[in-house]
């Protein structure tokens, strides 16, 4: 079974911290690609991984930046948190060639 | 551009009656479809997929949806809701990117309550 782990499942940050969400998945996925939830919007793509250190930019990156130095492991930054980026984020990974996305349990953060 | 619409926010219920969630999508070509369920509190599972198969898909939990390409449509159908359907729904359109890989375009969901 495809595993994808987030770091935190809750995380309470302060405005202007730097914040690293971190995702990690085990099945050499080379897509990878980071959501934020929030009611009545359903998912939206914040950035997305299609290999090492190759990103693009989803439909809503403003206030976000992403790491991927290695292939099983992607990192969404907030470079100084804000209220509106209070939320749910979900990671998701995808094996090219597939159609199917496996999704982590998300992390809750709240910043205050 | 692909889009998917999710005429219903809200859906009730009574166990034992069937389920209709229902789902619209707007696709420059055949598209990939999905529906995803979200308990409370837990990631989100795969239901079921359509990818150019077989018009009508079959998932777990004994639901299924079928693709009318007429319609533009992807409704999520079960004959018999059980309680444990209580959950938010995501109908998924999958959409090519330039780089060669697929991302999802989501539906904004549709929760579903069961009435015991």
């Known amino acids: 079974d495809v595993k994808v782990t987030q770091s935190s499942r809750y995380l309470v940050k302060r405005t202007g911290e730097k914040v690293f969400l971190e995702c990690v998945q085990d099945?050499?996925?080379?897509?990878m690609f980071w959501y934020r939830q929030d009611p009545g919007l359903g998912l939206r793509l914040i950035y997305f991984s299609y290999d090492v250190k190759m990103k693009e930019k989803g439909d809503i990156p403003e206030g976000y930046s992403v790491s991927r130095e290695k292939k099983e492991r992607f990192s969404l930054i907030l470079e100084s948190a804000s209220t509106n980026q209070t939320s749910m984020y979900l990671c998701a990974s995808l094996t090219s060639g597939a159609s199917t996305q496996y999704f982590g349990p998300g992390t809750r953060l709240t910043v205050l | 551009a692909q889009s998917v619409t999710q005429l219903d926010s809200h859906v009730s219920v009574s166990e034992g009656t069937p389920v209709l969630l229902r789902c619209n999508y707007s696709s420059s070509y055949s598209p990939s479809l999905f529906w995803y369920v979200q308990h409370p509190n837990k990631g989100l599972q795969l239901l079921l997929k359509y990818t150019s198969a077989a018009t009508l898909v079959k998932g777990i939990n004994g639901f299924e949806a079928e693709f009318k390409k007429s319609e533009t449509s992807f409704h999520l159908t079960k004959p018999s809701a059980h309680m444990s359907d209580a959950a938010e729904y995501f109908c998924?359109?999958?959409?090519?990117?330039?780089?060669?890989?697929?991302?999802?375009?989501f539906g904004t969901g549709t929760r579903l309550k069961v009435l015991a």
């Open positions: 099945m050499d996925h080379e897509n």
């Open positions: 998924v359109v999958s959409d090519p990117t330039t780089s060669g890989t697929y991302k999802y375009i």
